[in-house]
């Protein structure tokens, strides 16, 4: 019943290995199952002493790697549910954004935030606290009021933010390791249009005087910079255009200047796989994300690092970043800065503290950043820095866990649903569970 099928949506060749998207990691696996039914999902968590569900492969480290079999969900992919009146939708767990979004702005609604990119499963983004920008928006995972979870010996549960208190705050950021997520149900707000301005060139010194009036003069900003001469080379502005919210454009904003074409964030190349700019108005999914759907995000050849750190130490934090600009600078192909609300998720850097995050989107030669994230993390350790989850680091496992007070808590839920082990995977074990 449960022939190993070759995903068309993965779609690598007959016998070549399977890899993330970024390509650095090749999976201890290339048994890949791909479920087009919940039933059989079902089945093939009770057959299997060890698995892990793979999402769209966007990470970039170990934690969605296995070396016993790999599910995917991916083949259901159709809405379940839309209820207007409570303003939710139920989808599928591995439905991407970029196959979402449009069918809730066609039917008047909108999700409050987005990654840079659409092509990342809901599942997948929920799981490591994917996040966009913008200081009142939380983590993609703050949506998220209910879900349904395939457990270890194969039952499904439901979980939701209403029911279940502290029980669903430990389990929708859960690392894939409580469980097959099947379902998720999302809040949702009435459909909104967006516009994207672009100011180059912005001093540092103004960054660090008006980071907070900077950071506040949109719906969501992102600040792009390759750490040299001083200044954040792009500031991007995306705001909602509704009476009293609207960001309104001058030639010149705290030293930086209006854009006059469409940009990249890495300013030397084409910015054709980039959301419209320059105030062009669009629906909220063609804005928030800076890559569009159906072209290579970001550079598409590249490694990439994040810190979060806690909200009140951003600009000390960047400062001293831009102090190791010289051993940065030689493995980066940019650095993205961006602000995300608190929430109560026990497993989200962001748990009950607004934070900003220092990102870097480097080079793909492993040994070199290999050596360069330890710098970057003793440079940022004085300011509590946390790594993403889905992406490189090098903190020592004791200190990662160290970050997490709710961690013991959430070692007990997994052991509820997952008691023999089941979802872990050796990155699991390291940083978590060891
Ligand atoms: C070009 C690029 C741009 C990015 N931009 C951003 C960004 O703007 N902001 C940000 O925060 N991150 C960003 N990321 C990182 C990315 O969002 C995360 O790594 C995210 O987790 C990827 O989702 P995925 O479905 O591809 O996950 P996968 O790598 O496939 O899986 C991630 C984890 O989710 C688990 N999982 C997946 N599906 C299920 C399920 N149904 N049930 C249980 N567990 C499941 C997997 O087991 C694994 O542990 C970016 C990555 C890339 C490559």
Redesign the pocket.
């Known amino acids: 019943m449960f022939a190993p099928v070759l995903s068309p949506l993965l779609a690598w060749a007959a016998g070549a290995k399977l890899k ?3 390509g650095n990691i090749e999976y201890g696996t290339d048994r890949l199952y791909s479920a087009n039914s919940i039933e059989q999902a079902q089945e093939f968590v009770r057959k299997h002493a060890r698995m ?9 480290n170990h ?2 790697d296995s070396t016993d079999e790999f599910l995917s ?1 991916r083949p259901m992919n159709k809405v379940l549910e839309l209820d207007a009146k409570a303003r939710t939708v139920t989808i599928p ?2 439905m991407s954004y970029g196959q979402l979004s449009p069918y809730l702005h066609e039917h008047g609604f909108a999700l409050h935030n987005l ?3 659409p092509h ?2 809901v ?3 929920i ?6 920008s913008g200081e009142k928006n939380g ?1 993609l995972s703050t949506s998220v009021s209910a879900l349904e979870m395939i457990t270890a010996p194969g039952d499904i549960i439901t979980l939701s933010r209403k029911k279940d208190g502290e029980g669903f705050s430990g389990a929708v950021v ?3 390791a409580l ?4 379902k998720i149900t999302l809040d949702l707000q009435p459909t909104f249009v967006m516009k994207q301005y672009v100011y180059e060139n912005l001093p540092l010194s103004q960054m660090q005087e008006h980071f907070d009036a900077i950071e506040a003069s949109g719906y969501s900003v992102s600040l792009f910079t390759d750490w040299q001469k001083k200044r954040i080379n792009e500031v991007w502005v995306k705001t909602r255009v509704e009476p009293g919210q609207e960001f309104k454009p001058t030639p010149e904003f705290f030293g930086a200047t209006l854009a006059t074409r469409n940009l990249h964030p890495i300013a030397e190349l084409s910015a054709e796989n980039c959301t419209e700019q320059m105030g062009v108005p669009g629906p909220w999914y063609e804005r928030l994300p800076h890559f569009r759907m159906g072209f290579t ?2 550079t598409g050849d590249e490694l ?1 690092a ?1 810190y979060f750190v806690p909200r009140k130490h951003a600009v000390e934090a960047i400062l001293a970043v831009e102090r190791i600009r010289d051993q940065v600078s030689p493995h980066l192909l940019i650095t993205e800065i961006r602000t995300i609300a608190a929430d109560d998720f026990w497993m989200s850097p962001c748990y009950r503290q607004n934070s900003v995050t220092i990102h870097f989107t480097l080079k793909p030669d492993w040994p070199a950043v290999s050596k360069l994230l330890p710098v970057i993390e003793r440079t940022l350790s004085p300011f509590e820095a946390c790594p ?1 989850w ?2 490189l680091f090098t903190l020592a496992p004791e200190r990662l866990r160290a970050r997490y007070e709710k961690l013991p808590e959430f070692v007990t839920l997994s052991k509820k649903y997952d008691p023999t082990g089941k979802f872990r995977n050796d990155f699991l074990n390291t940083n978590i569970f060891s």
């Open positions: 993330n998207w970024a892990k569900v793979l999402g769209t492969r966007h990470c970039f934690i969605a969900l767990a591995n990654a840079s990119l990342i499963s599942a997948g983004a799981a490591t606290a994917t996040h966009g983590n859960a690392l894939g469980g097959v997520v099947t995000p970001s990439q994040e993403h889905g992406k």
